[in-house]
């Protein structure tokens, strides 16, 4: 598998991780979805999981009052709607708001949850299922992440960000974060005009001057780790 | 496995799940904490994943002003720090303010996290395999509830909670929520004043009259949900 820095975590933005159940589609059915398309998985009478072979696409909820809150997003190569197919194995919880939005076209493969409950398929396919497992693993750090930010206001929240993308570079004072400032807003669960607002009080303050898809410069490090820790 | 009811998912308090790893204990080496301590699990060298044998603890996340997001409360008969374990195979990202909390004597068998990549070991136990997986799918979906109501306000989110023990209990007015109002607030990474201001709010209109471990009792449920969808 190949490895994940520390950053997609930050982004919540997983690189392909899946790419070895490709030798398994056989065992799937083909389904396309155009852009813009809502996908809701987790009503379907039997639960599935999917292989996503081409486009990009979120996972997000959306709230009745159309905020949206993204969490996380993903890439070709990726295994997706893993945590519905095995959990409503055990459980009627099912959560309402939950989605996937396609950013681009996208191709899917279909596979039946029942082949994650399969001994069989376990005993026959131990790298599919490791495989599997590792990356459920790196999907909960992911969560883990955004939820330990989520309950702090807009402005310690972007520092806290800036602060981990840095670490994540060694320490690094300019670098890309791969994330526009839309992505970044919804993965908060923030407004964009909120997000904007705080990225320039940050800039009067001198404590940053570019939060971009392509650049995060920090020209404060100090005051923006004492910020981050408010 | 046995079943998980709705309402483990709204509390993130999830029951015993993984009783059936009993049989490798073997595998495994017996550690014993008190009550109170905090344990930094995933700082070891190599990681790890430990059994609950006996005793509660809490997975959480401090914040640097002393404030605390509690994310999931595991009962005995769970496997824990396994996303660790699998996630650092792959990624470097250690989240630093991550540790868990023993609210009473705890004893706890420790796995090599390297079992759970070993193909053999996969092989020969599918069914413990098929466990493992299917209880990260449950810990995916309650990570993903918390996620999906935290960046709302604290009148908001205890009208969801409100909602969703309700709509879990086949939309009941009067129920036991098995969840103490500190365990509450800290899941909810507020304050324990917080909770209690909006809860008297709630009950001054007259929409619940009772929110504690024992007992939550709706009044008015048309008024909850409008709030609740705020």
Known sequence: MPSVPASSIHTS???????????????????????????????LPEGCFYYLEKGRLTILHGAADGSVQNMLYMEPGSLINVADALGRQVTDFRDAGCQFYCF???VLWRFEGALLQ????????????????????????????????SNTDALTKICRFCLNMSQ???????????????????????????????????KQRG???ELTRECLRIENMEELRRLAMQ
């Not at 997983?14 to 009503?43: D, F, I, K």
């Open 13 to 43: 933005t997983l690189p392909a991780m899946n790419e070895c159940w490709q030798e398994a589609l056989h065992l799937a059915q083909r389904e396309a979805h155009a852009r813009g398309s809502y996908l809701v998985l987790n009503t």
């Open 207 to 209: 404590v940053i001057s």
């Open 104 to 106: 681009t076209d996208v």
């Open 168 to 202: 994540a570079s060694g320490g690094a004072t300019e670098l890309v974060p791969h994330i526009s400032q839309s992505e970044l807003a919804n993965l908060f669960g923030m407004h964009r005009a909120t997000l904007l607002r705080s990225i320039q009080a940050l």
């Open 118 to 149: 399969d001994e069989e398929f376990v005993r026959t396919h131990p790298h599919l299922v490791v495989n599997l497992m590792t990356s459920l693993g790196v999907k909960l750090l992911a969560m883990h992440s955004s939820l330990s930010y």
